[in-house]
């Protein structure tokens, strides 16, 4: 057992899963480790959100393993896994116009007991949480009224309100600026570097990845074609191979990391 | 128009007492006036010195009625809450599951065996029986059908509901097809929704009843408030959903069988007074829940007061009161804010 603010690993091992007559997910080994930021990315359909879903407890029906601090999510009380794992799904839903902070406060969901009201203290996290999102004047702001992107920032302050050992992050970033794509994965790395937490996400921006993944996980049809360092797997040609595309990779000179660049079809410099 | 804090304990209680205040005072105007001049404060004042009949018009009539519109409108409008956030919808109703249906067959087969008009215990509970016995049968296979994959989701319950509805209307037409002139009479009255004055026994077992439900859904009310985030979110906050919606299904369900068996069918109530109090207090259950249930009972109240004096010395149906004035208002409502409640 891990002390209480650091992360928990969260893995999945000989992972299949299937939807109807559709193989899903096939043989799938993956683990996220305290204190790294781990990344998932792969073409659109290749059971990115499906591996989160499961590994939230959301999904059952699955063969093979699924672990949040080595126990199996299916078997975990949703109030228990709640307290280990949060999630940013990719499109959360709201069907009454509570307000941001009333939305953050739900975070706090798994922390109290049956009947009772949120403490101050709640209050107080709930609040950090909205701050340290740049979200803090939405706080009264209806959720409903609020752009995509001011949503997506809500929910993430929801999930550190909830103040989770491991986060699952699906495509947190889909609807933000680059401010707040920055910002965001500031405090996602905050909570990996400082706070030992475990944080494993989506991303489809290639070169947010490479800025802020310890390690990467490449998803496709449902199997990992490719894991490793980030600089290791975020190779030009395994990942022309995997989103059919041409890429343009270098390092970017100011960070030392990579830069993805997809190629337009008929650029001159293509190979094919 | 709402205030941008949170639901606290303090909060909430200011809510409901206030909300209970307001409706012990309708309550105490209701049973005041009426055929029979005679007024509560008569009763509490000059106890001894009331003429028999106005003592009888009082305490056997007057009183268990109001007493009797007030659990009722409660119970209806915590039933609209619980549906709502069950189907988080909040255009649901307590009748849109199809309970209802079933309860208005067994009240009309009970009417049809001469319940109704019989005496002793047969002719009192014979009807409220047999209806609340119909609401459970509904209850139970709508349960069933809707359960797929071992999971009650929402599209399913909506659905069975939907289509138990329309399939207890058809028996409903039946059933007053091969009625005489004189059943049919009461079979529309009782359907239209009339609010009967129980003996003092009967209200006990029932206020006991409808308090228990009441707060056993009370209990949930965060975890109505995590609905709202979908099955899966809801599910991610530490919620077991499944649970969640069996329960809120059964609940609420007890409450409009409960209520549809003793009074008919009495609409809006549990649609009107959650929006109202949707839009002055916002969504969160833990101060919608209790201040509806008050709420509702004082609407409810008021609605069954004016059925009686409305074109006295004849009734009007209260299910009829509550519509047309419950039907315009919501309307009006739904004009007013427009867009700010439709989505889901």
Known sequence: MASPDSGVTVEARSLDFRFADRTVLRGVELRADPGEVVGLVGPNGSGKSTLIRILSGVLGGYAGTARVDGREVRELPRRE?????????????????????????????PHLAGLAFESERDLGLAHAALERCGAARLAGRAIHELSSGERQRVVFAKALAQQPRAL??????????????????????ERAREQGGTVLTVLHDLNLAAEYCD??????????????????????????RVFETEVYVDTNSVTGNLIIVPLPSRSPGRVR | MRVGRPATLPRVLAWTVGLAAVLAACMLVAAS????????????????????????????LRVPRVLMAALLG?????????????????????????VSGGASIGGMLALLLGFGAGQGALGRLGLPALAFAGALGALVLIEWVATVDGKLTVYTVLLTGAIFNAFSAALIYFIQSLASLEELHAIVFYLMGQIPAPAPTDLVVLTGAVVLVVVALAAMARDFNALSLGEEGAMQIGVDVDRTRRRTFWLGSLLTGLAVSVAGLIGFVGLVVPHILRILLGPDHR????????????????????ARIAAAPAELPVGVVT???GGPFFLFLLRRGRGRYGFS
């Open chain 2, 287 to 306: 101060l919608l829940l209790p201040s509806s249930f008050f709420a509702g009972a004082t609407f409810l109240v008021l609605a069954d007061l004016v």
């Open chain 2, 74 to 98: 409660g119970a209806l409008a915590v039933a609209g809450v619980a549906f709502q956030a069950l189907l988080r919808n909040p255009l649901a109703d307590p009748y849109v599951l199809g």
């Open chain 1, 168 to 189: 699952l992050l699906d495509e947190p970033a889909s609807f933000l600026d680059i401010r707040h794509q920055v910002e965001l994965y500031d405090a996602v790395r």
């Open chain 2, 323 to 325: 519509a047309m004035i």
């Open chain 1, 215 to 240: 390690r990467i996980y490449l998803l496709s049809d449902g199997r990992i074609e490719a894991e490793g360092r980030t600089a290791d797997v975020l190779d030009a040609a395994t990942l022309t």
């Open chain 2, 33 to 60: 006036v009426g055929a029979g001049r005679v007024s509560v404060l008569d009763g509490l004042w000059g106890g001894g010195g009331l003429a028999e009949a106005d003592r009888r018009i009082l305490l056997d």
């Open chain 1, 81 to 109: 896994l709640a307290r280990l794992v949060a999630v940013v799904p990719q499109e959360p839903t709201f069907s009454f116009p509570f307000t941001a902070l009333e939305v953050v406060l739900m975070g706090r969901h």
